[in-house]
Antibody, heavy 120, light 106 residues
Framework: QVQLVQSGAEMKKPGASVRVSCKAS????????MHWVRQAPGLGLEWLGW????????TYAPHFRGRVTMTRDTSISTAYMELTRLTTDDTAVYYC?????????????WGPGTLVTVSS | DIQMTQSPSSVSASVGDRVTITCRAS??????LAWYQQEPGKAPKLLIY???TLQSGVPSRFIGSGSATDFTLTISSLQPEDFATYYC????????FGGGTKVEIK
């Protein structure tokens, strides 16, 4: 079965960067785009962008362009999301989520989430 | 960005009740809309995509309808495991989500 396993919680200071990983199993990693979605405490969901594991292509939400980088390592079926110049507003649970089919922007499998806390 | 407005923000209901949640988009989506269920402390779960297509394994009491700017999620007979928060999400371009509807026990 499809499984997405994310890296552990992170505590960062304002101005720092964070990298979250998402290891996929149970399916062909290169066949489905991987998205990243975040959820601030008690708030709604916000899409950050996606990476195409097949060719490394990316698309980022305008709000995050210049601060987010999504990559992948096909040898270990793992996607990464790095966010730089962190502020307290970036405190959130970050999820990786697989695309239902290429380019649909429907998310059919989700990782458990990684809590990133930004505090001085 | 396409804005998604859900209503109500919360609803109290009893087991067996029929519950309806609405989602309105700021521009036409055709049928590019999904619904998710999120339990506390867990990741969202895809229920419905393409406005009315039931995701594999999701019970048939979850019914999606609508097109263009107005969409509805109906739970035909609420079960104990359905008490959760529900989100709509547009997929007609960069995704955006509604603010959520919390379904609580009456």
């Amino acid at each position: 079965q499809v499984q997405l396993v994310q890296s552990g919680a992170e505590m960062k200071k304002p101005g720092a960067s964070v990298r979250v990983s998402c290891k996929a199993s149970g399916y062909n990693f290169t066949a489905y785009q991987m998205h990243w979605v975040r959820q601030a405490p008690g708030l709604g969901l916000e899409w950050l962008g996606w990476v195409n594991p097949n060719n490394g292509g990316t698309t980022y939400a305008p709000h995050f362009r210049g601060r987010v980088t999504m990559t992948r390592d096909t040898s270990i079926s793992t996607a990464y999301m790095e966010l730089t110049r962190l502020t307290t507003d970036d405190t959130a649970v970050y999820y990786c989520a697989r695309d239902l089919r290429s380019g649909t922007y429907y998310f059919d499998s989700w990782g458990p989430g990684t809590l990133v806390t930004v505090s001085s | 960005d396409i804005q998604m407005t859900q209503s109500p923000s919360s609803v109290s209901a009893s087991v067996g009740d029929r519950v309806t949640i609405t989602c309105r988009a700021s521009q036409g989506l055709s049928s590019w809309l999904a619904w998710y269920q999120q339990e506390p402390g867990k990741a969202p779960k895809l229920l419905i995509y393409a406005a009315s297509t039931l995701q594999s394994g999701v019970p048939s009491r979850f019914i999606g309808s609508g097109s263009a700017t107005d969409f509805t999620l109906t739970i035909s007979s609420l079960q104990p495991e359905d008490f959760a928060t529900y989100y709509c999400q547009q997929a007609n371009g960069f995704p955006t989500f509604g603010g959520g509807t919390k379904v609580e026990i009456k």
